[in-house]
T-cell receptor, first 117, second 114 residues
Framework: NAGVTQTPKFQVLKTGQSMTLQCAQD?????MYWYRQDPGMGLRLIYY???????DKGEVPNGYNVSRLNKREFSLRLESAAPSQTSVYFC????????????????FGPGTRLTVT | AQSVTQLDSHVSVSEGTPVLLRCNYS??????LFWYVQHPNKGLQLLLK??????LVKGINGFEAEFKKSETSFHLTKPSAHMSDAAEYFC????????????FGSGTRLSIRP
């Protein structure tokens, strides 16, 4: 099992460019999450998907969109990148339940380090 | 509203001495509480979690934490530090109702002196 994989590992964008961060999990988990990590601020939830076919906003959704492509894959899109989006992005998944219980242990990917100039 | 406060941004201990990483929380509901560890340039890994069962929770690598409702604390301890424990540690609070209420603390960096 690969667990949670993320691509790319590193990315540099210019202001205004767009890109999609990819995330996949092979643990048959229901719930998936996107976080950003900034120095001294812990992780902040951007979007999550409690189950296939649903997505919801987290704490800091502005400037981002997500797609739960299928049960395995959950992508994060930056339509017009800004320097404030320079961060390390983590994808995570958890078993969850079809009813949307999202307090299970989360399994994290290795992260994508994004720089916007 | 939920919140979590990690009281120390950096803790330094000598190898073989006890570790104490402090976490206080506030929650309107009966919370679930977690400790995660992040080694440099890695993702996060669960150390332990509390979900209203036993108040003393044992985790991996000899870590444990005690849920104290009266003090709204969930401090992480280990009797004897090892060099491999050097990492960033995050306390996390969540209620049962929504993933949007998962809140991470700002982290405590643990350094181990030889």
């Amino acid at each position: 099992n690969a667990g949670v994989t993320q691509t790319p590992k590193f990315q540099v964008l210019k202001t205004g460019q767009s890109m999609t961060l990819q995330c996949a999990q092979d643990m048959n988990h229901n719930s998936m999450y996107w976080y950003r990590q900034d120095p001294g601020m812990g992780l902040r939830l951007i979007y999550y998907s409690a189950s296939e076919g649903t997505t919801d906003k987290g704490e800091v959704p502005n400037g981002y969109n997500v797609s739960r492509l299928n049960k395995r894959e959950f992508s994060l899109r930056l339509e017009s990148a800004a320097p404030s989006q320079t961060s390390v992005y983590f994808c995570a998944s958890s078993m969850g339940r079809t009813s949307g219980d999202v307090t299970d242990e989360q399994y994290f990917g290795p992260g994508t380090r994004l720089t916007v100039t | 509203a939920q919140s979590v406060t990690q009281l120390d941004s950096h803790v330094s201990v000598s190898e073989g001495t006890p570790v104490l990483l402090r976490c206080n929380y506030s929650s309107s509901y009966s919370p679930s509480l977690f400790w995660y560890v992040q080694h440099p340039n890695k993702g996060l890994q669960l150390l332990l979690k509390y979900t209203s069962a036993a108040t003393l929770v044992k985790g991996i690598n000899g870590f444990e934490a005690e849920f104290k409702k009266s003090e709204t604390s969930f401090h992480l301890t280990k009797p004897s530090a090892h060099m491999s424990d050097a990492a960033e540690y995050f306390c996390v609070v969540s209620d049962q109702s929504s993933a949007s209420k998962i809140i991470f603390g700002s982290g405590t960096r643990l350094s181990i002196r030889p």
